[in-house]
């Protein structure tokens, strides 16, 4: 009894500092556009998850995420494969026929999957400022959504994969067995799929808040360990 009674004062009663070890989080996020992106809007970031490995001078992330466009009124062009084929002039090898359809308002969504280093320039006890650097890729997909549209499975969606790659600061504030970091990221991302959308070139003012848990750490191990 008297060791479950430490055991559980050793995982509930550290001190709100920085502390080395593996966290687990979930995180919130937005990407604000700054170009002819504009035309899909905000890119929201419903949840995310992470993975990270916090040490004294710098930590190492890895991030996985959903997100959704704001706006959906710009034309897209989708196309519906009819089954048929043709011979093009002077070549020996049959291509698919295609349809194509137009749709004014559609979604865009996509995913991510981020590698992040993070190095610490400013701190005290419960209070950390870092230069953040984010590298990783990105799928984007456009959904046509006029009626006619919406609900047909023989249309192709739009789809693209791109690289993504962001710089900035990133705030941790830790507090028992956990922390709250807050990141402003300058971000490089053009979701374009040429000759299907308009031009949707510009970056991203990227800005996003998680919250983690401590999953284990060196010196909580080595307590646990004289335990039994």
């Given at each position: 009894?008297?060791?479950?009674?430490?055991?559980?004062?050793?995982?509930?009663?550290?001190?709100?500092?920085?502390?080395?070890?593996?966290?687990?989080?979930?995180?919130?996020?937005?990407?604000?556009?700054?170009?002819?992106n504009?035309t899909?809007?905000?890119?929201?970031?419903?949840?995310?998850?992470?993975?990270?490995?916090?040490?004294?001078?710098?930590?190492?992330?890895?991030?996985?995420?959903?997100?959704?466009?704001?706006?959906?009124?710009?034309?897209?062009?989708?196309?519906?494969?009819?089954?048929?084929?043709?011979?093009?002039?002077?070549?020996?090898?049959?291509?698919?026929?295609?349809?194509?359809?137009?749709s004014?308002?559609?979604?865009?969504?996509?995913g991510?999957?981020?590698?992040?280093?993070?190095?610490?320039?400013?701190?005290?006890?419960?209070?950390?400022?870092?230069?953040?650097?984010?590298?990783?890729?990105?799928?984007?997909?456009?959904s046509?959504?006029?009626?006619?549209?919406k609900?047909?499975?023989?249309?192709?969606?739009?789809?693209?994969?791109?690289?993504?790659?962001?710089?900035?600061?990133?705030?941790?504030?830790?507090?028992?067995?956990?922390?709250?970091q807050?990141?402003?990221?300058?971000?490089?991302?053009?979701?374009?799929?040429?000759?299907?959308?308009?031009?949707?070139?510009?970056?991203?003012l990227?800005?996003?808040?998680?919250?983690?848990?401590?999953?284990?750490?060196?010196?909580?191990?080595?307590?646990?360990?004289?335990?039994?």
């Amino acid at each position: 009894m008297k060791r479950k009674l430490t055991l559980f004062f050793l995982l509930f009663s550290l001190t709100a500092v920085a502390q080395e070890g593996f966290y687990v989080g979930l995180g919130i996020g937005a990407g604000l556009p700054l170009g002819e992106n504009r035309t899909t809007g905000v890119m929201i970031t419903p949840i995310s998850l992470l993975l990270q490995d916090k040490g004294i001078e710098n930590s190492l992330t890895i991030l996985a995420g959903f997100q959704i466009a704001t706006k959906n009124k710009y034309p897209a062009l989708y196309q519906r494969p009819t089954g048929t084929y043709k011979l093009p002039p002077g070549e020996f090898t049959p291509v698919p026929e295609y349809e194509y359809f137009t749709s004014n308002k559609n979604a865009l969504s996509g995913g991510y999957v981020l590698l992040e280093y993070e190095r610490y320039f400013l701190g005290a006890d419960d209070y950390q400022l870092g230069a953040l650097l984010s590298l990783g890729i990105g799928n984007v997909t456009f959904s046509p959504k006029d009626d006619f549209l919406k609900d047909r499975k023989d249309i192709d969606k739009n789809q693209k994969n791109q690289a993504i790659l962001a710089i900035g600061l990133q705030n941790t504030f830790y507090f028992n067995r956990g922390m709250a970091q807050l990141s402003l990221q300058y971000g490089l991302q053009n979701p374009t799929i040429e000759n299907r959308t308009p031009s949707l070139r510009g970056n991203y003012l990227i800005l996003r808040l998680s919250f983690s848990s401590l999953w284990f750490n060196s010196l909580l191990m080595e307590d646990i360990e004289e335990l039994f």
